[in-house]
């Protein structure tokens, strides 16, 4: 657990600062990038949710940067990125699961991979515990996006990566998001374009003897629950109520506060925030219709979800740069993809701005 302890340390010891830094190169060189990532560096990488910070899963002192260039505590884990399922048993170790999990587990990856799809199962031993903060489960999915496949095959690797945002900012969807947020840290910056999806991969975790028994949800994301249920047969069950201000180990990454722009986020039906907000200089982030007379930006105008959680990151980076006072936000239809866009929503809404210490991936 050295570089658990080297990654705490570097993190309290904030060595970075966020936001006043160079802003590392961008390009399209793939090769160039599994370059970095061979000789022990880490590099920006597209993926169709959000940019990712990745480094070499098995490579620790390289893991070790993920956490310092992020700015992240090291007891909240990776995920680790695989060029095609065929990985899976590098990182994680199928054998421990139950045989009818086993099955359901393979279903799954072959539906949904590649795609934004985590699984939470038992790992191997070769995974270092700095990777899953010592816990014996390691999450794992394959990438949808074309560069970032071939950046993991040219690697030689699976790839070890969070979004690739400062810990508790919103998560990056452009190159350049990655480019001015972490330059200080990053090499390179693999450019794979605005993302497909917008918002993270769903988490899914597997059930294990003596530990759960459901399939579990925990993080809704880029994959519906409906369509995970339509395959697994079974309504899943939701972690993220009874694990909300957990900061251990055993339930990581549900911390309320996440995702969240600078500027404090109110989260509510509209005109009633409108007139709370009182003569404080307010932008909207609005679903489907702008309010009369307001700054505002409209995540959908057509109430299409997909189309809304891809700008939904890009929009709160823009809200937090007019300098307003307050940006004042609507909920989705809670279906679909709206269940993970309002989940960022009400994470972004729990920080209370610049002053307030958050959480969050
Ligand atoms: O779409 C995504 O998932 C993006 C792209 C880059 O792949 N990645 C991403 O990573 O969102 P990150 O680090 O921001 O969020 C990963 C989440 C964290 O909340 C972490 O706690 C959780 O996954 N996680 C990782 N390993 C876990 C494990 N073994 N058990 C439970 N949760 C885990
Ligand atoms: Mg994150």
Known sequence: MDGIRAGLECISGSRYRHGVTPAAPIGTDVVHAAQLLRDGDVVGMPTETVYGLAAVA????????????????????????????AQLAQVADLDALEAGVRGQVLALAARFWPGPLTLVLPKVAAVPDLVTSGLDT????????????????????????????????????????????????????????????????TILAAPRAGVSAAWTVLRDGGLTREAL?????????????????AESPAAPGQLE?????????????????????GGARVHVIAFREAPAGLSADVLSPSGDLGEAARQLFALMRRADTLGVDLILAERVPDEGLGRAINDRLQRASAGGGADTLRHGS
């Open 138 to 201: 390691v999450a794992v999915r394959v990438p949808a996006h074309p560069m970032a496949r071939a950046l993991i095959e040219a690697a030689g690797a699976p790839l070890a990566a969070p979004s690739a945002n400062p810990f508790g900012y919103v998560s990056p969807t452009r190159a350049e998001h990655v480019a001015q947020q972490l330059g200080h840290g990053v090499p390179y910056v693999l450019d794979g374009g605005p993302c497909d999806v917008g918002v993270e991969s």
């Open 229 to 245: 249920e339509a395959v697994l047969g079974v309504v899943l069950a939701d972690a993220t109520a009874v694990v909300g201000r």
């Open 257 to 277: 506060s996440h995702y969240a722009p600078r500027t404090p986020l109110r989260l509510g039906r509209l005109p009633a925030l409108v007139s709370e907000a």
């Open 58 to 85: 098995f490579d620790e002192r390289a893991v070790v940067k993920v956490f310092e260039v992020k700015g992240r505590p090291s007891f909240d884990p990776l995920i680790v990125h695989l060029a095609d399922a």
